[in-house]
């Protein structure tokens, strides 16, 4: 059973208490077929309703924008911006406890510009760390089944936001590991042992900060799947990108003959991986479909737990992918979150169970808003 969640809109003191940063409006201008969009979403719950094709992904592509600089569905600028326009702008307005944050991003061509409260900002990095945005959609679903990568940049989203000297860690290891598969495709073993001097030094924290991350996760992701009905037993185990319980300067050195002969390195953090066990064994040769699928969710949902400042959770079409008991977890876990969240349904009776505690209702028709939320009095402007 769902309880209410929080005093409606605009009681906007209740909802601060629990969100302490959320995106209070958004302005979006030849994203596709959005040509020109304004939103001021709640703190809570943002459903975003209308038929097929009527831009409702591409509302939630503009916040990933704003957060990552990039899209979750495309790496091409051209597949973002309005055919027939050369450019396009994302920004939007952060209210914190006590403050306000203007973050924008425009394309023109190639071109990409950030902007932080007025400023272009020097790289991708600083809007980063601004907005925590998680997606779930139906192409998350494999995050399991994926290849390492996927989960390796699951565990990178977390430590970045919970550990802020990581990104640098993190930098420095890849500028080693790259320098040091050059030397080996040199055949330039002097500069292949230095480099690797240096990859050790910064994969060793790269490596600590994952896998304290992925203990201190652990409790919040065990709640999180016991509210989505997958049961008590789980534990994730982070498994290391290089054998034994050798230090990564040792496997380095070992490994220098092999990694000289085949060009590339074959230990380090770029090999991370984890793994979810339930009842000791893993979860992949006991889940259903259906649960694997939990699992993501579980995963991604339980991301926001940990967070000292909770961003934003996009939900896209997600209803439709479960059946009706696990709607109704799922609908349970996301009443209870404290971040803001906007999810998405084709229409409102796809989320019935959600509706009581929706705090704003968006409706779209073809890149357009048809009315403002009935919950909105201060959305005569859109
Ligand atoms: N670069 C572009 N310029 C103009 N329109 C575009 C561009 N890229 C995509 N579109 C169109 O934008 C529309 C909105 O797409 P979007 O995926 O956001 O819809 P949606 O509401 O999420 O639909 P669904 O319910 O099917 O998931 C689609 O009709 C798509 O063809
Ligand atoms: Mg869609």
Redesign the pocket.
């Known amino acids: 059973m769902t309880t209410s969640r929080r005093t409606r809109w605009p009681d906007e003191s209740a909802f601060r208490y629990h969100v302490e940063m959320f995106l209070h409006r958004i302005d979006i201008f030849r994203l596709r077929n959005l040509h020109a969009l304004s939103l001021n979403p709640a703190p809570g719950i943002n459903l975003i309703t209308g038929p097929n094709a009527s831009g409702?992904?591409s509302i939630l592509e503009a916040i990933h924008l704003l957060s990552y600089a990039r899209s979750f569905r495309t790496a091409r600028i051209a597949d973002l911006i309005t055919q027939g326009s050369d450019s396009m702008v994302v920004s939007g307005r952060l209210r914190q406890t006590e403050s306000e944050r203007r973050i924008g991003i425009g394309f023109r061509g190639n071109r990409r510009e950030i902007r932080i409260d007025g400023q272009t900002a020097a790289s991708r990095a600083e809007l980063l760390g601004n907005l925590p945005v998680r997606l779930i959609d139906p192409a998350r679903h494999t995050l399991m089944d994926d290849s390492p990568r996927a989960r390796r940049r699951f565990l990178d989203w977390g430590v970045f936001y919970h550990e802020p000297s990581y990104l640098e860690a993190w930098r420095n290891y890849r500028r080693a590991l790259n320098q040091r598969n050059a030397a080996l495709k040199r055949r330039e073993r002097q500069g292949a042992i230095l480099w690797g001097q240096e990859a050790a030094k910064y994969g060793k924290i790269v490596s600590r900060c994952r896998r304290d991350y992925l203990e201190a996760f652990t409790t919040h992701f065990v709640a999180t799947a016991r509210q989505l009905g997958l049961g008590e037993n789980l534990e994730l185990r982070y498994l290391p990108g290089w054998t034994g319980e050798k230090d990564l300067l040792t496997a380095l050195t070992d490994d220098l003959d092999k990694d000289l002969r085949a060009g590339c390195t074959h230990s380090g953090p770029h090999r991370d991986d984890f793994m979810v066990l339930h009842g000791g064994r893993p979860v992949r040769r006991r889940f259903s479909r259906g649960q694997m699928k939990l699992l993501a969710y579980a995963l991604i949902l339980a991301q926001g737990r940990p967070m000292t400042a909770p961003g934003c959770l996009l939900i896209?079409?997600v209803a439709s992918e479960l059946d009706l008991k696990n709607q109704a977890l799922l609908n349970d876990v996301i009443v209870h979150s404290k971040e803001q969240i906007f999810i998405?349904a084709t229409h409102s009776e796809a989320v019935a169970g959600l509706l009581p505690h929706v705090d704003r209702i968006f409706r779209l028709k073809q890149g357009g808003l048809t009315s403002p939320s009935p919950h909105s009095p201060s959305d005569k402007d859109l």
């Open positions: 409702k992904t896209d079409d998405t």
